[in-house]
């Protein structure tokens, strides 16, 4: 008997690989990365099949058999595979989460088509006998003769949807035997993600600097070997043609093409340009984002395993996309946060897309105008290559800098303004010339909040302890952790005091401002995250102002990246001290990166920008060293602090977070475990901790957070684990691990 043995993770239920049988049926189809239903225990769960042996090779007592083999086509190819025992082990995480992000739901499901009910009209019907029996029920009537009059099945959900019928008047009709429903499988709508961008260039000819750019990645493709290059251009300096040119050399050898951006609702150019480029070439560009319906994102699956289409553009989880034969990995804007996973699988799209480069021997391409101290750091090392692009095309100059003081407007004022004077005579000015601005605020937590002004008291949620933001929209305060909401109150929840008063310069409250200081003619108009759910209305926004319609943009540092509007000739950073005043070793190098990434985004066009910073701080380093802008001045000194502190990237930061509802329990158990720690010290590892996290509660968990400091993750991940195993933890509390931990709130 010819038997074969299989190695298979569960997707869930069971974080371990299970040996199991394979009846004579399925040995000749099965294959490493197919998608499987086992028997576990009583129940029945899909896995993917992570190795063959022969029956000889594993030794079994009692040996189930796989229950079903989903498909024939595997799920996962053998990199992917590895890539996932990488992540799950480097990440200190499950391999059911590091699946889970990997395969789409829909995938999951089987890769069943969606049927859809449509109902119409039954055939050879008598009129009398239809007329009689719905002379009582007008309702149904209407239904009847709509049905009637449209001659072909209708969509029950466009019955009830778009043409108002309730569901039981369907059931009625149906029930009298005067229409019947039918089942059929949906047609997917073309594949459209509305991303279309109206104005695509012709190509250029490329810059000399471009040129020796190109070349220089294509040197490094046609070694066929694995390597990492840094991209390292100013803002503006055209660095998407050379990620192209690598593009196009790549397909040349027979191998695909990643390209991830940090968020693909900002990149809509990019992706047009993309496209635009690409079609020449007839290949077609999958968009690979988190609106993908089901179905489009089975289409764009299947595409790629097919190997129909051989380009990836997408955020994060594009990472993980099945494209066949690798070839070259372009993380644009490499700096950034966004590719960070803030919950589990807490991977990091950048390290994942190099691991996952040297897997398949592909070459990464890391493209920023400020690059992050990890990747500098690794350029310093010789790890990765480097090449530059200096200048900004057609040797545009960067805006000029204007760094203003605002405790002089503070002093003037006797209070704390929004606006300096100079940067609204500023804005007139813009507005009188036909010029656009944009202004930028730090982040979204720059929110409105409800301050008491008699005890001083702010109306926080009493699960998140954080700030209750007020949406004047609804009047209602929000939590932005847990979405807990509630009206307004009209005094002080603490000392019942009704001098309760706003107090905030949300993005809402400066378009007010600033509409308020501007002629009558000017548009301003906001941006912000909440506007990101509504897809449609934010690219319409970015249209508009693209098309000249909007005077003034007011927006969180979201619109920072990636775009680029020739009109543009003013930017205001409100307050640029924000990412300061927060607990983060990383504060600094987020406010460098943000202004330089700002300061890119005036002067795209032929008339020359300016930029006008608001701070506090005028003569911290990250706005010293942008007003040049100086990156690599920047990047050494501070370079130097982290190198002082043994901070990342000298070694790598890892969060351990204790989380509970009972606040004395949560900080009992943190202390017990940093004393298990110090009892017999893990070598190598520095602890810092336990304190109580800057968001000390979420959604009715208080959390304590332990850092470790360690240079290696794994060795440091290891010896935890066998501490943590023995450790007696209450099961109410939980904790959880961030490996190269970027948050620290
Ligand atoms: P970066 O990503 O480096 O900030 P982009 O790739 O977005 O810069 O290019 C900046 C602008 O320059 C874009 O509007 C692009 O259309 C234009 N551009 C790029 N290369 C050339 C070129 N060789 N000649 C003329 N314009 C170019
Ligand atoms: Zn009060
Ligand atoms: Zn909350």
Redesign the pocket.
């Known amino acids: 008997m010819s038997e074969m043995k299989i190695e298979v993770q569960p997707l869930v239920g069971f974080d371990q690989l299970l040996t199991y049988g394979v009846s004579e049926k399925f040995i000749s189809t099965i294959k490493i990365g197919c998608l499987v239903q086992i028997p576990l225990g009583r129940r029945r769960v899909l896995g993917v099949v992570f190795s063959l042996h022969s029956s000889e090779e594993i030794a079994t007592e009692k040996l189930r058999f796989i229950s079903h083999l989903v498909q024939q086509e595997p799920v996962l190819n053998q990199d992917l595979i590895r890539l996932s025992k990488w992540i799950s082990s480097y990440y200190s995480c499950s391999m059911e989460s590091v699946l889970g992000a990997m395969i789409p739901a829909v995938v999951r499901d089987g890769m069943k088509a969606k049927n859809e009910k449509l109902i119409q009209v039954s055939p050879g019907l008598n009129k009398v006998m239809v007329s009689e029996a719905l002379n009582r029920s007008p309702k149904q009537k209407k239904l009847f003769s709509e049905l009637d009059k449209q001659r072909k099945p209708v969509r029950k959900t466009d019955l009830v949807n778009k043409l108002g019928f309730s569901e039981s008047t369907i059931k009625g009709l149906l029930a009298k035997g005067l229409a019947s429903e039918i089942l059929e499988v949906v047609n997917r709508e073309a594949y459209d993600d509305d991303l279309d961008f109206d104005r695509v260039?012709a190509e250029?000819?490329?810059?000399a600097e471009?040129k020796v750019a190109s070349s220089e990645l294509i040197d490094v493709l046609e070694q066929k070997n694995f390597g990492v290059q840094v991209l390292h251009?100013?803002?503006?300096?055209?660095?998407?043609?050379?990620?192209f040119e690598a593009m196009e050399a790549a397909l040349n050898q027979g191998g695909g093409v990643l390209f991830l951006v940090p968020e693909v609702s900002l990149a809509p150019?990019?992706v047009a340009?993309l496209r635009a480029r690409f079609s020449k070439m007839n290949e077609q560009v999958v968009v690979w984002h988190s609106h993908l319906s089901g179905g489009e994102r089975l289409d764009a699956w299947r595409n790629l395993t097919t190997g129909k289409a051989r380009i990836v553009v997408g955020a994060r989880s594009a990472v993980f996309a099945p494209i066949n034969s690798l070839r070259l990995v372009i993380v644009?804007e490499e700096h950034e946060l966004a590719y960070k996973q803030e919950d589990t699988p807490r991977y990091h799209g950048r390290d994942v897309a190099v691991y996952r480069a040297m897997l398949t021997r592909a070459v990464c391409v890391l493209?920023s105008?400020t690059p992050s101290l990890e990747t500098f750091r690794n350029i310093e090392r010789k790890k990765y290559s480097v090449s530059r692009?200096m200048n900004?095309?057609?040797g545009r100059k960067l805006p000029l800098m204007h760094i203003v003081d605002m405790r002089l407007d503070a002093r003037r004022e006797r209070g704390t303004p929004i606006l300096s004077q100079c940067l609204i005579e500023a804005l007139r000015q813009r507005h009188e010339n036909r010029e656009q601005s944009i202004l930028f605020l730090n982040r979204r937590g720059f929110n409105t909040t409800m301050l008491c002004t008699d005890c001083g008291a702010v109306e926080e949620c009493k699960d998140c302890s954080v700030a209750l933001t007020f949406h004047r929209t609804d009047g209602y305060l929000r939590c932005h952790l847990c979405g807990f909401r509630k009206v307004a109150p009209v005094f002080c929840t603490s000392c019942k005091s009704l001098e309760v008063r706003r107090k905030g310069h949300g993005t809402q409250r400066i378009e007010d401002l600033v509409s308020k200081l501007m002629p009558r003619s000017a548009t301003v108009v906001r941006v912000d995250a909440d506007m990101m759910t509504k897809k449609n209305l934010f690219r319409e926004t970015l249209r508009d102002f693209r098309r000249g319609k909007i005077d003034v943009l007011v927006g969180t540092q979201m619109i920072a990246k990636?775009l680029?509007f020739?009109n543009v000739t003013l930017v205001g950073v409100i307050d640029a001290d924000l990412p300061l005043r927060m607990e983060d070793f990383r504060a600094s190098e987020r406010a460098f990166q943000l202004l330089v990434q700002v300061a890119?985004r005036a002067g795209?066009g032929d008339r020359a920008g300016e930029v006008y910073v608001q701070t506090y701080a005028p003569h911290s380093p990250s706005i010293q060293f942008s007003r040049k802008p100086d990156i690599e001045g920047f990047l050494e000194e501070e370079m130097e602090m982290r190198r002082e502190l043994a901070y990342p990237p000298f070694r790598h930061l890892i969060r351990h977070i204790f989380r509970g509802r009972s606040l004395e329990k949560t900080e009992f158990y943190a202390t017990e475990w940093r004393k298990v720690l110090d009892a017999e010290p893990i070598p190598g590892l520095e602890a810092k901790g336990p304190a109580l996290a800057p968001i000390e509660k979420i959604k009715g968990y208080y959390r304590f957070h332990l850092f470790y400091l360690t240079s290696s993750v794994q060795e440091s991940l290891n010896h935890l684990a066998k501490k943590r195993a023995i450790f007696p933890l209450d099961n109410e509390i939980h904790d959880t691990i961030d490996v190269d931990a970027h948050q620290m709130s």
């Not at 250029?204 to 810059?207: A, G, I, S, V, Y």
């Not at 251009?233 to 990620?243: D, M, R």
């Open positions: 260039d250029w000819e490329l810059t471009q251009g100013v803002t503006g300096s055209g660095k998407t043609e050379v990620y150019q990019t340009r644009d493209g105008a692009l900004r095309i057609d990636g680029d020739p890119g795209r």
